[in-house]
Each structure stands twice: as C-alpha cells, then as structure tokens.
C-alpha cells in the first residue's frame, strides 16, 4: 500500500516560514490533483492549497497570498512554502494525492506558530 510521507513541520515564530514536503512511498497512477489540508485543534479539516496536474492552483481565502503549493509530477510529491506565518495557521497539515478512484493521506505533519 503506498504511502505519503510528510515532513518540514516545526514551531516556528510568527512572521516566520516553513516549507512542507510530501512524497509517495511507490508509485501512483492516474494523479489528478495534489494538495494541502490542515486541522487546528477543536476545528474541522479544511484546505489549504490544491494543484492539478496542470499546473492550476487553487488556495483558501485565509492564505491571503502568504503560501505556495507547487507540485513535481514525476514523482507526484507536492510542497508548500509557507511564508508570513500567524498563530492561527498553528494546526496539522495533511499533504493529499487525488487520482480518480483513491484518494492518499499522509499522517500529518504539526505546525506551530508560537513566541
């Protein structure tokens, strides 16, 4: 069973950056979208960021220009660059692989933006 491994999680202070990585264990066939989730605690998951194999992004109105997703289709990893970082963005982020049967999680990467 392939997985997602994401990693370039941390605490960070505000104002600050991160970059979060996302790459399969194995290969993945069909991908049609890559993206980026987050729970903060006592919320629901919500996006963050998505990219088609296009090359079309999509971001939430909270990003506020501040994040990047980019994507490498050859080896379906997908990034984000996380600039200007506030204590509310403090959450799990789950980097996510869409084809048009499955959809891939990975297990979470925390993010703190703290002084």
């Known amino acids: 069973q392939v997985q997602l491994v994401e990693s370039g999680g941390g605490l960070v202070q505000p104002g600050g950056s991160l970059r979060l990585s996302c790459a399969p264990t194995?290969?993945?066939?069909?991908?049609?979208?890559m993206g980026w989730y987050r729970r903060a605690p006592g919320k629901q998951r919500e996006l963050v960021a998505r990219?088609?194999?296009?090359?079309?992004?999509y971001y939430a109105d909270f990003v506020e220009g501040r994040f990047t997703i980019s994507g490498d289709n050859a080896k379906n990893s997908v990034y984000l660059q996380m600039d200007s970082l506030k204590p509310e963005d403090t959450a799990v982020y789950y980097c996510?692989?869409?084809?048009?049967?499955?959809?891939?999680w990975g297990q979470g990467t925390q993010v703190t933006v703290s002084s």
């Open positions: 990219v088609t194999r296009a090359g079309s992004t």
């Open positions: 996510n692989v869409a084809t048009m049967v499955e959809n891939y």
């Open positions: 194995g290969n993945i066939y069909g991908v049609r979208s």
